[in-house]
């Protein structure tokens, strides 16, 4: 039995915990990234290496701490180099003297002997086959019903009436999720969670704009590591809309690529015909789906010095005006302060408010679907 | 007619296939313009123009850029993807000419051809013949051109390897530069060529330690069937190539131990480099023999910093020289 730890990434460390508690290990959670966690990271990451490699270094001290022996993280292979951070990060570990065990799992095309030896490797409760499948599945079905309620909470909290009822319910409703551990009662957990987050008095004529998110995927997906865009977007009235969740990604990346994967990357193309690695022609691609969708903006959220995301901020300009969609970009790093983050949101969405006001005295015809083809 | 002037932007990959790319479009009956070294002004056009969050490198880039184009009726920008099947480029590279395109006004039609030579038989080939067809040229000329090409690049490589900086072994009729005092160091002086050889970038680096009678040893100095026998103990190969290239070499040069110190270029938030460096470090680590530097540079780098930093490295290497004579 190991002592198992993960990188966090918001909710999902609840599926996580499920499905490693399933294949007979122990969990030790990774606390909630904090100024903590980032201040050990920085302290002995590189100084040039990305806000993720930071935050996951600090995680990994703090759950290296309390006792985890075991971290189970993805690999990549490039051309983006958090392909690269897991071997970096036993590195530095064991520079710093850490003893651990570090389980990789690498994309399954790239040397398929080695990724079904990890999976051996994780299976310390000897299931069989099938139990095997089964228990991945179910922790997959919980995963998704966490990304179900995300996406819901993201529609429901522009329209409250009340402050903070959303944020409220959705924190009962992750906890209800919590205490499911079968797969009937997955369901059910994401049905009354879900029936809950609708119950929030809601102001069904409030005007909102709506706001699609893209950029890279770590700093996407973890609120303490975007400063929580989404809930203060969402209470400034913004309905929000992300590119990215675990699940749409982990899908594309392990099969074939989904309907939607070819969307994007055909929307890309004439921008960017080449992937560059991590998720730069993905938020090129998307923002071009936004705006054919008819969203008033795209908020684009990168880690400082991330390179697919700079070539994909140098591309955007352009896409902004092609499109006519406004565009904002976030270059997070262990300086960034929420203050500031705020002030500059509050001005981008008053921007897309009065864009979209004046469009409607002047347009008779409805805004939404003006660019469907 | 006039003959067609083909821009090549003095920058990046140009220190290592500038002379490759001359022969191949002078062969084609192209005439080509490069906009020399860098200067503040055009390291100032380029910091305006790009994108804030870009590293130094590609700012100079842009700069370039601006320089030539209106100077040519081309700009010739290959989007190198892969050269040795192995490795392939930087993201920034491979998204270069997109860069350029999307956010420069008032550009000349660009050669962005993709060089990977993973795409199939000849890939190489394929794509210098639809550059060829792109300027009217034929295959037979291309191949006739790309001969001639192979072989300029050949010898400027092989003069690299001698110990020649780029500027002169890319003069048609090289003239080794005048010595200056005789060193008694050698310093393994690693990174990135558009950084080691950018002499506006580095402050002069390289003089520099001519001057304070330090012989450097480039990544492109060593032999590159050396560089690649050479290993690192990491669980993956870095993916970039330049990066790769550097890490073997800081790992050959600390094995061998010939070297009296190694400096690492470095620019201001490159990706790649955050792993490169500390990999070069944690290796250092484990030879506390050769001493080990990073430099990090970027636009607001100034001489006289840099100039002490060289200084008193090359003193304490000097001192612990003369304290330890046999350490080794």
């Known amino acids: 039995m190991f002592k198992v730890t993960f990188p966090r990434m918001g909710q999902s460390y609840l599926a996580f915990q499920m499905l490693m508690n399933d294949l007979g290990h122990e969990v030790v959670l990774p606390p909630r990234p904090s100024k903590q966690t980032l201040d050990l990271g920085v302290r002995y990451a590189p100084e040039f290496a990305c806000l993720p490699l930071k935050i996951l270094l600090g995680t990994y001290l703090e759950a290296l701490g309390a006792g985890a022996d075991t971290v189970v993280t993805t690999g990549g292979i490039g051309p983006c180099r958090a392909g690269l951070y897991a071997g970096l990060h036993e590195r530095i570990l064991a520079d710093l003297g850490y003893r651990m065990r ?53 529609q429901v909290r522009p329209r409250e009436i009340r402050q903070g009822d959303t944020n409220r319910a959705y924190a009962r409703a992750v906890s209800m999720m919590s205490e499911a551990y079968t797969p009937a009662a997955i369901l059910e957990a994401e049905a009354a969670a879900a029936a809950l987050l609708r119950a929030v008095p ?172 | 007619m006039a003959k067609i002037r083909v821009g090549i932007p003095g920058a990046l990959m140009y220190y290592l296939y500038f002379p490759l790319w001359q022969v191949f479009f002078n062969e084609l009956g192209a005439e080509v313009v490069t906009s020399g070294r860098t200067t503040r002004v055009l390291l100032d056009h380029g910091v305006r123009e790009a994108l804030a969050d870009a590293c130094v490198p590609v700012k100079v880039f842009f700069g370039h850029v601006m320089a030539l184009k209106d100077k040519v009726d081309y700009l010739f920008i290959p989007r190198v993807v892969c050269l040795n099947r192995r490795t392939v480029y930087c993201p920034k590279f491979l998204g270069l000419p997109d860069m350029i395109r999307h956010s420069l006004p008032g550009l000349p039609p660009i050669i962005d051809e993709r060089m990977d030579v993973r795409a199939g038989r000849a890939a190489l080939f394929r794509a210098y013949r639809r550059i060829g067809s792109s300027l009217g040229v034929g295959p037979l000329l291309v191949v006739r051109a790309l001969a001639r090409a192979r072989r300029a690049d050949a010898r400027y490589h092989s003069l690299l390897l001698d110990g020649w900086r780029p500027p002169e072994a890319m003069t048609a009729v090289p003239a080794m530069p005048k010595e200056g005092r005789k060193p008694d160091l050698t310093f393994g002086v690693l990174g990135y060529p558009y950084a080691v050889y950018d002499d506006f970038l580095n402050a002069g680096l390289l003089e520099k330690l001519k001057r304070l009678k330090v012989r450097a040893l480039t990544a492109e100095n060593l032999a590159p069937g050396r560089l690649a026998a050479q290993t690192y103990d990491y669980s993956k190969r870095l993916f970039w190539t330049f990066s790769d290239q550097v890490l073997r070499a800081t790992h050959l040069l600390f094995e061998e131990g010939k070297v009296d110190g190694i400096i690492h270029v470095s620019v201001f938030g490159c990706g790649p480099d955050s792993i490169t460096d500390k990999m070069m470090e944690l290796k250092a680590k484990l030879h506390r023999a050769v001493p080990f530097m990073t430099l990090i540079i970027d636009e607001h780098t100034g001489e006289a910093g840099l100039t002490t930093r060289l200084e008193a490295f090359a003193d304490m290497v000097r001192r612990r020289k003369e304290t330890v004579p046999c350490s080794r």
């Open chain 1, 202 to 373: 809601q102001d069904p004529v409030r005007p909102t704009v709506k706001v699609g998110i893209v950029g890279e995927i770590y700093v996407l997906l973890e609120p303490a590591a975007n400063l929580e865009i989404e809930e203060t977007l969402g209470h400034l009235g913004v309905e929000v809309e992300r590119s990215m969740f675990l699940t749409g990604w982990t899908r594309d990346n392990t099969w074939t690529e989904t309907t939607h994967g070819l969307t994007v990357r055909e929307a890309a193309i004439p921008y960017l015909p080449e992937l560059i690695g991590g998720h730069g022609r993905d938020s090129l691609g998307h923002t071009v789906l936004y705006a054919k969708r008819g969203f008033d903006g795209v908020i684009q959220l990168a880690p400082f010095s991330c390179i697919p995301e700079i070539v994909a901020r140098t591309i955007l300009p352009r896409v902004s005006s092609d499109w006519n969609i406004p565009v904002l970009t976030f270059f997070l790093d262990e300086q960034t302060a929420k203050a500031g983050m705020t002030t500059r949101l509050e001005a981008f969405v008053d921007l897309l408010q009065r864009k979209k006001e004046l469009w409607r005295e002047t347009t008779p015809a409805p805004p939404k679907g003006r660019y469907f083809t």
């Open chain 1, 102 to 154: 570090m389980i990789v799992l690498e994309p399954p095309r790239w040397r398929p002997l080695e990724f079904i030896r990890q999976l051996r490797l994780l299976n310390q409760a000897h299931l069989s086959l099938r139990a095997y499948w089964e228990v991945i599945k179910k922790g997959w079905g919980k995963l998704r019903a966490l990304d179900n309620l995300e996406k819901l909470s993201h």
